[in-house]
Every structure is written in structure tokens, then in C-alpha cells.
């Protein structure tokens, strides 16, 4: 199974894996099996048409990508194909045009080789469409949007001939192409997130860093419709990386990841105004991860992601109302990592990792909050179901 961020990670490792590859992935259909299992990315086209995807440890130890689907009344797998894969493939994230114009994309590995995967739902069920690489090496997608039908972007990484690189990829309703980014780092330049208003306002956020020497320092990049370009965006602490971003309007975009400072790291939070990035007051915690952002009005964006508490990590989740920030109730024995937050007519769904115990294997978790508390929703691939 690909290296991921998962429930169990410590929050340094989970900020220095998060930054450089993505929240982890695995999950299928129940009772779950003693494999690790976890979902990682998360979309909605309706109250009742919500996707989740990721990827589950099958018994020989290879990553095998999952989907799993909820119609209003509960959450079932749907199978998703496997591809040409010989050591594994999973899934990062997830996007919906519509009911039947669903993408998903992630990666698989062939002989040491990573190659990008991207899958297609048509409302009848997934398939796998042709996908361009950055490289004949590591090739990886973790991030989706969709802003119609005809137009798609997904982001990731790739390994140049001597960095890491920024790996941009488009579909224009018939095809995928791979569009360069820019790479301002000499050493390492990942994109985590991607978020599109409009056909020539598209963002992506991510880190950079130049050698093994430098800290970590965000990444934001913005399409205009023609070309990327790196758009300033301010650093906090002895490293920062952005993981996730949401636009709202032209002039009201979100962006989070996580700082270091000492011994500590906490929620780094950064707005676009229209005319500049600037750093947000982030809520009074320490010792975090963020790994999800999600935003329906200028009052109501949510973050997810971990906090260590004790001896291991819990969800986080935080709330902004356009004042200020107000720390969510952890759902009962949610310890590990939300990696995807949906908002969609009033509810919140929560999705991520969770570990019965801190040296437990990751399994999948759903909550969903109704304004008031959280509920469990049970889905295939939970360890909850196994009590």
C-alpha cells in the first residue's frame, strides 16, 4: 500500500507527509476484513448522492481502490476497477459534475513505477479513462475539481529528471492532457489541492522546498485560463505547507494546511481577497494537522484534520461563522484523521481514519453533524461494525 498520512501518524509526520504526498487511502465492502482500510476523499452532487473514495489492504498486501456511494438512506461499495496494476493502486479524491459525470483519481504502481489513475462514473458504473504522466517514474494525483462537464482539473506530483515537480492534468470533455505548472522550487514542488470557479479561475495549493537544507514554504498556483503562475502567499513558523482550498467567489478563497514553530505545529490559515493572500487568525490549538477544508457561505467554512491528545491523534474539526473560529466536538472515539469534509443542505458529513487503538490498523469512518452533535453513520469498510 502507497505511503499515506493516516490515523496513526504522529502530527510531525503527519504535516511533513500530508504536505509531501496526500491523506491516506483504503476501504470495501462488511463486515470489514482485519486489513487496513480508510477513505480519502469525499464529494456531493445531492443530499443523496454522495460519493467517498480511497483504498483498502487486500490480504496479499496490495492497495486496492474502493468507492463507496450513499442514496439517502445508507452507504454501500460500489466496485471500482482495479487497472493494469501489478504492486497496487488507490484513490485520493473525488469530484461530481453530476449524477452520472463523477471523477475520481489516485495512482498505481507497476514495477517500482507509479502511474497516474483516474476513473469516470457515467451513473451505471466506473471505468477507467486514459490519464497522461509528468514522467516514466512517480506520477500522482491527489487532488480533483470539477467545474462542468467539459472542463476538469486534477493535481498532484511527478519525478522530474532532478526535482519533484508540480503535475497539473485537464479534461476538455473528450480528453486528459497534462498542463505545466510551475515549479519555483530546485527541489520539491507538490500541489495538495485544487479548487475551480470558472474556466479561467482555477486555483492550487500545495508546498515547495529547495533542498534538504531549506524548511518547507506554501505553494499557491492560479489559472487564468492560459497558464499557471505562482501567486505570493505568506509563510508562518520554521516550515508551512498548504494541503486543501475552496473558492467561494472570485474574492473569497480558503486555503489551510499546517505550521511549524518549535515543538509545535498548528492550523495555518490563508484567505484571498481578491488582491492578495493573507494569513487568517487560526483557532487556539496546537499539535495539528489539517487535511480538509470545506465552505458553503462566507460564514460557514469547516477544517478537519488531527490533533494529538494524550497518547495519540483524534479528529479535529473547526468552524468559522465569519468572526471567528469554534472548535467542533470530536465525535465519540473518532481517534485518527478527517480527511474529507462535505457540507450539503444543512449537514456536515466527516470522513477519515480511525484506529482502535494507537498501534491498531487504520479502518474507515463517517459522521454526520445535524448543527447540534455528531452521528455515526455506518458504512462498509468501518471498524465500528466489528464492536
Not at 487532488?143 to 492534468?169: C, M, N, R
Not at 480527511?339 to 477519515?352: C, P, S
Request: a negative charge; hydrophobic letters at 40%; proline letters at 5%.
Amino acid at each position: 500500500m502507497s505511503s499515506r498520512a493516516g490515523g496513526g501518524l504522529g502530527i510531525a509526520a503527519l504535516l511533513i507527509l500530508a504536505s509531501c504526498v496526500t491523506p491516506g487511502s483504503r476501504g470495501s465492502g462488511g463486515p470489514a476484513p482485519d486489513v487496513e482500510t480508510a477513505v480519502s476523499g469525499a464529494a456531493a452532487v445531492s443530499a443523496t448522492d454522495i460519493w467517498v473514495v480511497g483504498a483498502y489492504q487486500d490480504s496479499g498486501q496490495s492497495s486496492v481502490p474502493f468507492t463507496e456511494h450513499w442514496d439517502g438512506s445508507k452507504w454501500t461499495q460500489v466496485d471500482a476497477p482495479f487497472g493494469p496494476w501489478t504492486f497496487g493502486a488507490h484513490l485520493s479524491a473525488v469530484a461530481a459534475a453530476g449524477p452520472r459525470d463523477v471523477w475520481a483519481v489516485g495512482a498505481g504502481q507497476n514495477n517500482s513505477e507509479e502511474q497516474t489513475l483516474i476513473e469516470h462514473w457515467d451513473g451505471a458504473r466506473w471505468t477507467i479513462v486514459s490519464s497522461p504522466n509528468g514522467s516514466t517514474r512517480t506520477n500522482d494525483l491527489v487532488a480533483i475539481t470539477a467545474i462542468s462537464a467539459g472542463d476538469v482539473w486534477a493535481v498532484g506530483e511527478y519525478y522530474g529528471p532532478v526535482k519533484s515537480q508540480a503535475l497539473t492534468e485537464h479534461w476538455d470533455g473528450s480528453s486528459w492532457s497534462v498542463i505545466p505548472a510551475q515549479d519555483p522550487a530546485v527541489g520539491i514542488n507538490h500541489l495538495n489541492g485544487v479548487t475551480g470557479l470558472s474556466a479561467d479561475d482555477v486555483w492550487a495549493v500545495g508546498l515547495r522546498r529547495d533542498s534538504n537544507e531549506t524548511s518547507v514554504q506554501t505553494l499557491i498556483e492560479h489559472w487564468n485560463g492560459h497558464h499557471w503562475a505562482v501567486v505570493s502567499s505568506p509563510n508562518r513558523g520554521q516550515s508551512a505547507s498548504l494541503s486543501r482550498v475552496v473558492a467561494l467567489a472570485a474574492d473569497d478563497v480558503w486555503a489551510v494546511g499546517s505550521y511549524g514553530t518549535g515543538d509545535r505545529f498548528l492550523p495555518l490559515i490563508e484567505h484571498w481577497d481578491g488582491t492578495s493572500w493573507t494569513v487568517k487568525p487560526g483557532p487556539d490549538t496546537f499539535n495539528v494537522a489539517v487535511q480538509a477544508v470545506a465552505g458553503a457561505l462566507p460564514s460557514q467554512i469547516w477544517f478537519g484534520g488531527a490533533s494529538t491528545r494524550g497518547n495519540g491523534d483524534e479528529w479535529l474539526l473547526q468552524r468559522w461563522d465569519g468572526s471567528g473560529w469554534t472548535r467542533i466536538p470530536t465525535p465519540s472515539g473518532a481517534a485518527g484523521v478527517v480527511t474529507a469534509i462535505v457540507l450539503d443542505e444543512g449537514l456536515v458529513w466527516a470522513v477519515g481514519t480511525y484506529r482502535k487503538s494507537r498501534s491498531g490498523s487504520d479502518w474507515a469512518l463517517i459522521q454526520r453533524w445535524d448543527g447540534k452533535s455528531w452521528a455515526y453513520v455506518p458504512s462498509p469498510r468501518d471498524g465500528l461494525q466489528r464492536g
